[in-house]
């Protein structure tokens, strides 16, 4: 018998992370990646996004990206143009393509990311602690340095 390749998460099940600052974007769960389903070609997963918080604007070197706005507003900054986005609207970055999102509400903005190929998931972990952990926060050059070796430039360090 084959080992079961397929999988069923309720709310709130994955690897639950609570970024380190610097970063500004709050919790990550990890759903869909190649350490707990085995997926090769994708990994999925939920961020929430503080009110004031905001995902800083960076590009992946090799990777296509789609977010999902379940609940809340924002602005979506892509390639320098600022786009107003609330609960239902798709973001499509292909690699190679600046782009943030900034909580601009008053309220918890939700999102729901698909990357592929994976790695962005393993940036989460590098840059994250499980939720209760102490969170040491990471200098900026750190940060940039992370997210630099999982393939992920960041705008305000490109000068």
Partial sequence: MHARSWSVLQ???????????PAR?????IKVDPAR??????AMGTQLIEAGGLIPVHLHEQQDEILFVLSGRG?????GERIPVDAGATLFVPEGVWHGVE????????LLWVITPPGLEAMFRDISVPPGAPGTPMSQEEFVALARRHGMRLRQAEG
């Fill in 103 to 110: 909580n601009t509400g008053h309220e918890v903005l939700h």
């Fill in 25 to 29: 974007s709050g919790r990550v769960v």
């Fill in 11 to 21: 709310s709130g099940e994955g690897d639950v992370r609570d970024l380190r600052p």
């Fill in 37 to 42: 389903s085995k997926s090769a070609r994708m």
């Fill in 75 to 79: 602005t979506a900054v892509i390639e």
